[in-house]
């Protein structure tokens, strides 16, 4: 039974195009993260939601909306995709609101490809 | 802010031979310091967290970490390097906030 799941895993499309990634957490954590890991495995936050309330929002493009209709749940749309949307995103939940008091789970990650 | 800077982004090691992977922070409050590992095709998963108590950290897998507040260091060591060691190893650091920063990470490969 998986913790965090993310569907799809892999997702290619074209650019312009709008697409949706989703993630479920079954571990009953309040809060829940989105990250980017770039082509060169860099890491880097992009959004965070406590119990459905926002909490950190990172310099992205509006293109990128995050939504959480309940605290389990946290999923991320993309408007207009671009080539360097190309990525694979993570979304990680944890049981605390501090990130440095607590773990972070992770989902195995979601492959989009912008042609 | 905080910040880790991961130094090498590729090791190398024979198996048997010792692991080592350097993360150096910066921060302007005492930290809290992280080693997540990453298989191929995975998510990231937690190895070790230091977190004020002992500057001595175990984690899973054989693997551990020393805090030097002296040295703003926190390097990652394993005695004996397995073949299953192969991954991605990322240094993280948080301070009295929300976000958690990640280093560009390390590449280990492991030669038979």
């Known amino acids: 039974d998986t913790a965090v799941s993310q569907t799809p895993k892999y997702l290619v499309t074209q650019m312009g195009n709008d697409k949706s990634i989703k993630c479920e957490q079954n571990?009953?954590?309040?809060?829940m993260y989105w990250y980017k890991q770039d082509s060169k495995k860099f890491l880097k936050i992009m959004f965070s939601y406590n119990n459905k309330e926002l909490i950190i929002n990172e310099t992205v493009p509006n293109r990128f909306s995050p939504k959480s209709p309940d605290k389990a749940h946290l999923n991320l749309h993309i408007n207009s995709l671009e080539l360097g949307d190309s990525a694979v995103y993570f979304c990680a939940s944890s049981q605390v609101l501090r990130a440095g008091t607590g773990e972070l789970f992770f989902g195995e990650g979601s492959r989009l490809t912008v042609l | 802010a905080q910040s880790v800077t991961q130094l090498g982004s590729h090791v190398s090691v024979s198996e048997g031979a010792l692991v080592l992977l350097r993360c150096n922070y910066s921060s302007s409050v005492p930290p809290y310091l992280f080693w997540y590992v990453q298989y191929p095709n995975q998510g990231l998963q937690l190895l070790l967290k230091?977190?004020?108590?002992?500057?001595l950290v175990k984690g899973i897998n054989g693997f551990e970490a020393e805090f030097k507040k002296s040295e703003t260091s926190f390097h990652l060591t394993k005695p004996s390097a397995h073949m299953s060691d192969a991954a991605e190893y990322f240094c993280?650091?948080?301070?009295?906030?929300?976000?958690?920063?990640f280093g560009a990470g390390t590449t280990v490969t492991v030669r038979a």
């Open positions: 571990l009953g954590h309040d809060t």
């Open positions: 993280a650091v948080s301070g009295d906030d929300y976000k958690l920063s």
């Open positions: 230091y977190t004020s108590a002992a500057t």
